[in-house]
């Protein structure tokens, strides 16, 4: 089924955020001129084209195809778009991170990082997606969740809240259980692919694999577009920093929980007050794991 979908994050996003979750996209003059613009936006503000060709070394219409890749109508509006941004600038404060800094300094960066992490998916995350992506989930037959390492934590994350509102629902962790389950599935049901980078071969292959089964299917990552996005039939965005410290790990679960979250919590609704004795059922038998 074709479902109309967008693969950069929605306007309010912001331009620098849009930038980085769209870097994929680029062809390699037009990355050259993202890279430029993401190390240099106050300057990139007081060029003109004719200044910011000659300081990063493209020609004019490079600049020109960059700036409509991005939805932008041209330079002036890019440059407009990215005012706005730097009246509040973005900061990953992971990239501060030294090893002289003190237990307590180190908290208040960790804890800002993922803050900024959950802050920027709100903005990058489209609601329109989520309701389709929930409505598909309600409705299906049954649904696979695909993760591979720390992705696989969020994975079975997944499962475990969607179990508990009645659905029939499973998450692979393991490449082999990945591409078996996706061969069998139909076009009645939805698969879940999850992956920071959007490149995670086993998950891409695995998620490629249900899409030419007829199942719907959603990915879940930090870049549009990306090989997982082109196996997806919806796409939901996440808008995580990676850091030298740990790169995607100390922020991209974070993110990505914070996604399962809504889309839980959507399909829930999605579902009406009929779930409702499920969630209270499901309640009861695990309090009785507890001492």
């Known amino acids: 089924m074709k479902i109309k979908q967008k693969h950069l994050a929605p306007m309010q996003a912001g331009c620098l955020i849009r930038i980085k ?3 994929d996209s680029f062809k390699p003059s037009e990355r050259a001129v993202a890279e430029y613009a993401l190390l240099n936006p106050e300057q990139v503000m007081q060029m003109s084209i004719s200044e ?3 300081n990063i070394g493209v020609g ?3 600049i020109i195809r960059f700036c409509r890749v991005l939805g932008y109508k041209g330079y002036q509006d890019f440059k407009l778009r990215l005012a706005q941004d730097l009246v509040e600038p973005v900061h990953y404060i992971h990239e501060n991170v030294s090893f002289s800094d003190n237990p307590k300094d180190l908290a208040q960066k960790v804890f800002q990082t993922n803050l900024k992490a959950v802050e920027d998916t709100m903005r990058v ?7 389709v992506a929930a409505k598909y989930l ?3 037959r049954r649904i696979d969740v695909y993760g591979i390492g720390y992705s696989s934590f969020t994975a079975h994350d997944a499962k475990l809240k969607l179990a508990r509102l009645g659905l029939i629902i499973d998450a692979y962790g393991d490449a082999h259980l990945q591409a078996m389950a996706a061969v069998s599935l139909t076009k009645s049901d939805v698969a879940i692919g999850i992956s920071h980078s959007g490149s995670t071969k086993d998950v891409v292959d695995a998620l490629s694999s249900a899409h030419k089964a007829g199942a719907i299917t959603i990915a879940i990552t930090n870049f549009s577009p990306s090989p997982i996005t082109r196996a997806a039939d919806i796409v939901l965005l996440t808008a ?7 790169g995607e790990v100390l922020t991209s679960r974070i993110a990505q929980l914070c996604v399962v979250d809504v889309l839980s919590v959507t399909v829930a609704i999605t579902l009406g007050e009929k779930c409702l004795g499920l969630i209270e059922k499901t309640s009861e038998a695990v309090k009785k794991k507890r001492y």
């Open 60 to 62: 004019e219409s490079t």
């Open 52 to 54: 910011a060709s000659q």
């Open 138 to 140: 309600a409705g299906a």
């Open 21 to 23: 979750t769209a870097m």
């Open 240 to 246: 995580a920093p990676e850091s030298a410290f740990g």
């Open 125 to 131: 995350l489209d609601p329109e997606m989520v309701e």
